[in-house]
């Protein structure tokens, strides 16, 4: 009797609210509760190379095995580069090498250890064919100390950082 007394679009409501409290209430029970597990110490990635971030706008992604093919095809050491936003926060890399203007590199990297900073001197044709085939190779320069590598110097100089950092 109560039922015929209320409205249609108050009927439509309370149906519609009717069934989403039921569609709540099934997801709920059959959703099967969240695991979390930890990365072993031995798959980190960030303990077996030396992780550079390239930030140089309109250069397409670097896949992972072109990202260590870099610093492979080279011989110089474990390192690894990549210009994917979604790998890391940019605080956690070794180096972020930014590819143009200083003005660049002071704004994205303002929070950063002025330490981790390198500003990349490399043509774009270069940085496009992912590092391979370079009329000249690419000139580091770091923006606290304003000493420069190439890519296989500022690898050791990492790796040679990393070591010191750990026997600490």
Do not use: I
Request: aromatic share 8%; net charge positive; hydrophobic share 40%.
């Amino acid at each position: 009797m109560c039922w015929r007394q209320v409205s249609r679009s108050q009927r439509s409501l309370l149906v519609l609210l009717g069934y989403l409290a039921l569609y709540l209430l099934v997801s709920y029970a059959l959703t099967p509760d969240a695991t979390v597990s930890f990365v072993r110490d031995e798959l980190r990635l960030g303990d077996k190379y030396v992780l550079m971030f390239l930030l140089a706008p309109d250069t397409p992604p670097y896949s992972d095995a072109e990202g260590a093919q870099v610093f492979a095809a080279r011989r110089c050491g474990a390192c690894f580069l990549t210009n994917n936003r979604g790998f890391l926060p940019l605080s956690e890399y070794d180096a972020v090498l930014v590819l143009g203007e200083r003005a660049l590199l002071s704004h994205s990297a303002a929070v950063m250890d002025p330490g981790k900073r390198y500003l990349m001197e490399a043509r774009r044709r270069c940085v496009a064919n992912k590092m391979r085939e370079c009329a000249r190779e690419p000139v580091l320069t770091s923006f606290s100390s304003r000493q420069t590598f190439d890519l296989c110097g500022l690898c050791a100089e990492l790796l040679r950082r990393r070591q010191q950092t750990r026997a600490l």
